[in-house]
């Protein structure tokens, strides 16, 4: 492999050939060192469980804030709900009786398990 001798910046003289490859030596040594470094870090699993559990707490928070804030909303929700059965008194009975049966089929449930 001959590389085209360059200038040197500092002495403004020819660089050998030798000089050419130390140089291109010392970086490749430096790109595969930064390589190493990023895979030691890819693999440090510790550390990477710690980000992913901070992470993950963060957004726990951040959507219990949000549930909480619609929680907020319910009661005048639930206030709403008779004006909406006299609206709606078909879908009223579905969902009234869909809740029966669920409720009859966990009373089910739980006397045949005893």
Do not use: C, F, Y
């Amino acid at each position: 492999m001959t590389t085209k001798p360059t200038r040197n910046a500092a002495h403004r003289e020819p660089i050998s050939e030798t000089e050419a490859l130390r140089v291109d030596l010392e970086q490749t040594r430096q790109h595969l060192a930064n390589t190493v470094q990023q895979l030691s870090q890819q693999l440090n699993v510790p550390h990477r469980l710690k980000e992913t559990a901070g992470q993950a707490g963060h957004r726990a928070a951040e959507v219990a804030g949000q549930a909480g804030d619609r929680m907020k909303d319910v009661p005048a929700k639930v206030k709403q709900m008779p004006a909406m059965s006299r609206q709606h008194p078909k879908a009223t009975a579905v969902v009234g009786g869909a809740v029966a049966v669920g409720v009859g089929a966990a009373a089910w449930m739980v006397k045949r398990h005893r």
